[in-house]
Each structure stands twice: as structure tokens, then as C-alpha cells.
């Protein structure tokens, strides 16, 4: 939706924000099923994996804001290409996460003071 608004000749920035609403409604309810899946790939080091995690993400967000500065005076149509681009690495990174069983609190616990 993002993508065609800035394909329009002058979005409105209400509709923008309307565009961006399910976006960011899917990234919060996907959000903590990404992180589970993500510490579930960890294994035993899933506190390892959820601060690798937190990381990758902070930098990424740190790395696509730069990357998108120098064209944000073009209008929004790069900022809908960045934005579609990184939800389409996140659910490439996501499919290639191998299936695991959950790992249990109890066992992370025991991993840890094995250390």
C-alpha cells in the first residue's frame, strides 16, 4: 500500500500514516513470534541469540536510515522501496531459520550456569 501511495502524484501525509497503519500493525503482532522463533533457533545460548537479535535490528534501523537520507528529497517513493525491501529480508531471514523444538526456561537455565 506504502508503494502505490508514493507512486501517486501528491500523497497526503494522513494518507501515508493510513498506509502505514497495517504495516506496522502486522510488524506487532509478527514482532514477538519473529523473536520466539529467533531464540528458538538459538538453542541453549537463546539469550545470546535475543541480544544478537536486538543488535542486527537496532543496526539495521540504524543502517536504513542513513542509507535512505540522501534520497528522502525525492519524495516518498524510495522510502516505500526501503521499507518493502527490509520486510521482505525479514521474512527471508525468518524462512531460513531452521525448525527447532522450543526450548524450555528451565533448560536455558541450566545452559547458562554450565556456562
Known amino acids: 500500500a506504502l508503494l502505490a501511495l508514493a507512486l501517486a502524484p501528491a500523497p497526503e501525509p494522513l494518507w501515508t500514516a493510513a498506509a502505514m497503519a497495517p504495516f506496522f500493525l502486522g510488524m506487532g503482532l509478527r514482532g514477538g513470534a519473529g523473536v520466539v522463533r529467533a531464540m528458538d533457533a538459538a538453542g541453549a545460548g537463546a539469550a545470546r ?3 544478537l537479535l536486538l543488535c542486527l535490528s537496532l543496526g539495521a534501523a540504524a543502517a536504513a536510515t542513513a542509507g535512505i537520507a540522501p ?3 525525492l519524495g516518498p517513493l524510495p522510502l516505500a522501496v526501503q521499507v518493502l525491501a527490509l520486510a521482505l529480508l ?3 531471514t525468518l524462512a531460513a531459520l531452521p525448525r527447532r523444538a522450543p526450548v524450555s526456561p528451565g533448560r536455558v537455565a541450566e545452559a547458562a550456569r554450565e556456562g
Open 49 to 51: 541469540g535475543m541480544a
Open 71 to 73: 534520497w528522502l528529497a
Open 90 to 92: 525479514s521474512l527471508a
